[in-house]
Structures are given as structure tokens and as C-alpha cells.
């Protein structure tokens, strides 16, 4: 007969054996270093935030003092634009993705030390 502890950690070490793999394989991609490689993972290391930039940049032309207000009425849809993209676009990078897998994998092992 299976106890259900014992199954459970079992699943937890599973668990925790998935995660530390996947931490070292993207700390190895992190590692790379080939022109053409690194080149394509670029996007992945410094994420670039397009919401943001359009946000400032609609901010600045709202607050520009212009007689005809051409400005203004181009500000505010880049606010909303800038906005939109910040909740749409993921900008996560590899180093987040690392820094939330080691978490992940200290709860599991603080958990799996707690049961035994």
C-alpha cells in the first residue's frame, strides 16, 4: 500500500527536478556566447518596453504649449496607446524567468524539507 506522503513528495521531487533543469538550461542560454546567437537573443536579455516610451513621448506632446493643439490631439491616443501596450506585451526576460524558476524551486525544497 502507497502512502500519500510518501507519493506526494514522490511528486514534489518531480517537481522540483523540472525546475533546477530548467534554471540551468536558461542560465546556459544566458551563457552563449556566439556573435549570431547572441544577436537573436538579444530581444530576450533586454526586453524592450514600447508601452512605456509611447507613454512619455504622448505625455511630452500633451504638455507642450502649441497654439493649433495638433499636439494635444496626438498626445492623448499615445497615452491610451502606451498604456494598452504595457497590459498586452509581455517584457518579461530570461533573468525573470531565472529569478521566479529559483523561487520556485527554494518553496519546493523549503516545502519538501518541512514533510520529511
Not at 508601452?51 to 513621448?57: A, N, P, S, W
Not at 497654439?67 to 526576460?93: E, Q, W
Amino acid at each position: 500500500m502507497n502512502d500519500p506522503l510518501k507519493a506526494r513528495l514522490a511528486k514534489l521531487q518531480k517537481f522540483s527536478d523540472s525546475a533546477k533543469r530548467r534554471a540551468n538550461l536558461y542560465s546556459d542560454i544566458a551563457k552563449m556566447d556566439d556573435s549570431h546567437t547572441a544577436r537573436s537573443l538579444g530581444a530576450l536579455q533586454k526586453a524592450p518596453a514600447p508601452g512605456k516610451k509611447l507613454q512619455k513621448i504622448g505625455f511630452l506632446m500633451l504638455w507642450i504649449p502649441e497654439p493649433t493643439g495638433v499636439t494635444c490631439a496626438i498626445g492623448g491616443p499615445m497615452i491610451v496607446a502606451g498604456r494598452y501596450l504595457d497590459k498586452k506585451y509581455n517584457g518579461s526576460t530570461i533573468h525573470d524567468i531565472g529569478h521566479h524558476t529559483k523561487n520556485t524551486i527554494s518553496t519546493i525544497s523549503d516545502f519538501k524539507n518541512s514533510v520529511t
